[in-house]
């Protein structure tokens, strides 16, 4: 009996023992899960401060450009022309003045309005075409509002 005695305390030590493998596996493992878990933390902040990095970095180049295409004497030159009204001597200002849109007419009062505002399409049409007609202006515009008035 006492040869089974000691078999049965050497197995129970060896479950111990396994049972203390079992438990120091179980800590290494876990430990290394916390370092793999935060490591992976890490690379996913670092990749995200990389593509900040590129992002700030490409804003930078394109705000260098700017800087570079403001420093040149073009830019000036053109804002002084056209904020300040400057020019080089010898050189003549001409001003192009288009066809005021609806908006700008109705704001202008009806004396001021221009002339060809009572002219038909057709002769509105003639007229961007052809150029002004050998008459007067004003006599075709008045002959148009003599209409005008006739048909009301």
Known sequence: MPKRRQRILDLLRMKRVLAA???LLALVVWGFYGEYSRNR???EEIDALDARAAEVERRNLELEELGRR???SEV???DARL???LRKPGEEVVVIRGEMSAREL????EEGRPRQQGLSNLKKWLKRLLGPPDGDIREDNEEDNNEENNDE
């Open 21 to 23: 493998n079992l438990l």
């Open 83 to 85: 904020k300040l009204n």
């Open 76 to 78: 000036f030159e053109r």
């Open 70 to 72: 403001f420093d040149s």
């Open 41 to 43: 933390e890490l690379q």
């Open 106 to 109: 109705s704001e202008v009062p």
